[in-house]
């Protein structure tokens, strides 16, 4: 996990500064013509096909059988067959975990991390490196701009990059760790993690159900397979075999990152102190936050009397439970030993998401999901008999593409649509529920989400859901109207939590896609327990001079969160150079000079900023009449 965290902080460094080639750059920033080659599927550097026998291998003090190596080789074919790289260049390759030399005094590095490794089980496998930082060579052939990008691995016997270390307890015999399984805790993950954590039905995708899978954030997307799908091979420690082995790693910490003879004094005296706090506890299991970790010399010279202590789940009000907590582990001796035979004990499949608001990273997780055959994988090394003389396939080829489904237009599309004074209408009647609606497109959120279209029990019609993301109509015609109303439906759920983000409906004139010369844009938000919303108007038009330019707030009467749906329709209309806004029947504000008469709107989006799961906008019945 920790070259992951390395390299994401690289990444984002890198943003900062601007990034630049001479090159033809196709990606040197977020945001940078993405879509230019979105779509294209740029595919492997380079097709791995293993034609000549596996070898063994001997890395420090660690043998790799020649199936071990074999068993590499085939997890890099089996994910280039399953996967397809799309708006980003793939390179797959095998490996093995290298331990150096151990050297007690190296550092605190060769304490806490050198240390570790030689506890760690043998563990073999692949990984799939995908460039986002392209640009194009003197042959126009796609290369890396950088070294930067996501990885999926598939390994047997991963524990490093999955867990977090407890360091000070850790020793060349025995790792300690914690899990960070966030998906079993109710208050584990906040609202965008929450969001992340099912992206693409992740939580209970029914290729993966059967197996161990959760989302670390920030971090990765795991699936582990055991024998039976049993339990993981991990013991829990109680608290007094960690008070034992804190007591025992005390002079080699000194050694390494050594305090004041004072401290050390004091640590020791805190350490005997929190031994007596914790006598009657001995043989419960040991759990910490994940913040709790960490645990150096200074932390047990800082554990006086008072402070939260390494065992403390308090919040800042002193109230236990508040925080995630999670049980020490170690892996089993027996299982470490099976770790060297030829049988994997377990296997990890992951991914990481730098950047889940971009396709290629969306491309990558809905191909795993949807295209690596987990049973297969599962067969081969536990229940072979299964799979006797079959070759791997994926569930679904990488170059599979969906075919839009057009269900019948309502008949309010069809009048609507008869009528040459509607310029535009969408009821979003002809998509099917589930999908992103057909002719729109919908930008991804930060978590990955897009918006898709969904039944409201006790309304009529589909709807399209705002979150956490911009939605806007590719099929409309462009400019509008130059006199128009224009009009939409916006309902949200009972118990909108009050105080999330608006839902912002924009209208501008672009220069460029996404470059807005002028524009209005009108932010709404429901009230709570049957009180009035709000609405915001900021307008932009500059030239010429006198016309709206700025922000104001308005009362959104009758639109509330109190209802099973709390429905209204809101009304924008621009009739020379005065500009209306109403929200049902009621006129919320008016300009008698706001936009210039001749003035032509271009482009026209939604949008939301809200990822919480019951804070979301439904949108339909947009009608745009020429006046």
Not at 252 to 272: C, D, M
Request: a positive charge; proline letters at 5%.
């Amino acid at each position: 996990m920790k070259y992951f965290f390395l390299n994401t902080l690289l990444f984002i460094t890198l943003i900062a500064i601007g990034i630049h080639s001479q090159a033809q750059v196709y990606r040197d920033r977020i945001g940078f013509d993405l879509e230019s080659i979105a779509n294209i599927d740029i595919g492997w550097m380079t097709i791995r096909k293993h034609t000549e026998a596996p070898k063994g291998k001997q890395l420090g003090n660690r043998t790799y059988s020649a199936k071990q190596i074999g068993y590499s080789q085939k997890f890099v074919e089996w994910m280039q067959q399953s996967y397809l790289p799309k708006g980003c260049l793939g390179d797959a390759t095998y490996y093995q975990n290298y331990i150096p030399k151990f050297s007690p005094t190296n550092s605190l590095l060769g304490n806490a991390i050198n240390t570790h490794a030689h506890a760690l089980p043998l563990m073999y496998g692949a990984q799939t490196k995908i460039y986002m930082f392209l640009k194009k060579d003197a042959q126009g052939k796609f290369v890396p701009q950088n070294n930067l990008g996501d990885y999926w691995h598939i390994e047997a016997n991963q524990l490093q990059y999955i867990s977090n270390p407890v360091s000070f307890i850790s020793s060349p015999e025995e790792y300690y760790f914690i899990l960070p399984d966030y998906s079993s805790h109710s208050n584990g993950y906040n609202a965008d993690d929450k969001a992340a954590s099912n992206l693409m039905g992740f939580a209970n995708h029914k290729n993966i159900t059967g197996y161990k899978h959760f989302y670390i954030p920030h971090s990765q997307y795991i699936v582990i397979i055991t024998k039976n799908n049993e339990a993981l091979p991990f013991e829990k420690i109680n608290i007094g075999e960690f008070f034992t082995e804190a007591e025992k790693q005390f002079p080699e910490w000194q050694k390494v990152t050594p305090v004041s003879a004072e401290n050390y004094a004091k640590a020791q005296k805190n350490l005997a102190r929190l031994k007596e706090k914790y006598k009657s506890k001995w043989n419960n299991i040991a759990e910490m936050k994940l913040s709790k970790t960490q645990i150096t010399l200074q932390t047990f010279v800082n554990a006086t009397e008072g402070y939260d202590d390494i065992f403390d789940t308090k919040d800042i009000y002193g109230k236990e439970g508040n925080y995630t907590s999670f049980p020490i582990l170690k892996v089993k001796k027996t299982t470490k030993e099976l770790c060297k035979t030829n049988q994997p004990q377990w296997l990890v499949i992951r991914w990481t998401m730098s950047m889940p608001n971009q396709p290629y990273n969306i491309h990558l997780h809905e191909s795993i999901l949807n295209n690596f055959n987990f049973d297969y994988v599962y067969n081969f090394f536990f229940d072979p008999e299964k799979i006797k003389n079959q070759t791997y396939k994926p569930l679904r080829f990488p170059s599979y593409k969906e075919v839009a489904v057009v269900t019948d237009a309502s008949e309010a599309s069809k009048k609507n649509n008869a009528d040459k004074n509607v310029f535009f209408f969408e009821d979003f009647s002809t998509t099917v529920v589930g999908k992103i609606p057909i002719g729109w497109k919908s930008k991804l959120g930060s978590a990955g989400s897009s918006s898709v279209i969904t039944n409201l029990d006790g309304l009529d019609g589909n709807w399209a859901v705002v979150a956490d993301y911009t939605v806007t109509p590719g099929e409309m015609k462009k400019p509008l109207p130059q006199n128009f109303t224009l009009s939409y439906d916006v309902v949200v759920a009972q118990n909108f939590t009050w105080g999330a983000k608006q839902l912002h409906f924009k209208l501008a004139k672009e220069t460029s896609p996404g470059t807005a010369e002028s524009f209005l844009d009108l932010g709404i938000r429901p009230g709570y327990d049957g009180r009035d919303g709000d609405v915001s108007l900021e307008t932009k038009f500059p030239s010429p001079p006198g016309y709206s330019n700025g922000s104001n707030t308005f009362v959104a009467p009758g639109f509330s969160n109190n209802k099973k749906n709390n429905r209204i329709t809101v009304t924008i209309k621009k009739k020379e150079e005065m500009l209306q806004v109403l929200i049902d029947n009621t006129k919320t504000a008016e300009y008698e000079k706001a936009i210039p008469a001749a003035h032509l709107f271009n482009a026209l989006s939604f949008y939301s900023y809200n990822p919480g799961a019951n804070d979301k906008y439904y949108i339909s019945n947009i009608k745009i009449t020429k006046n």
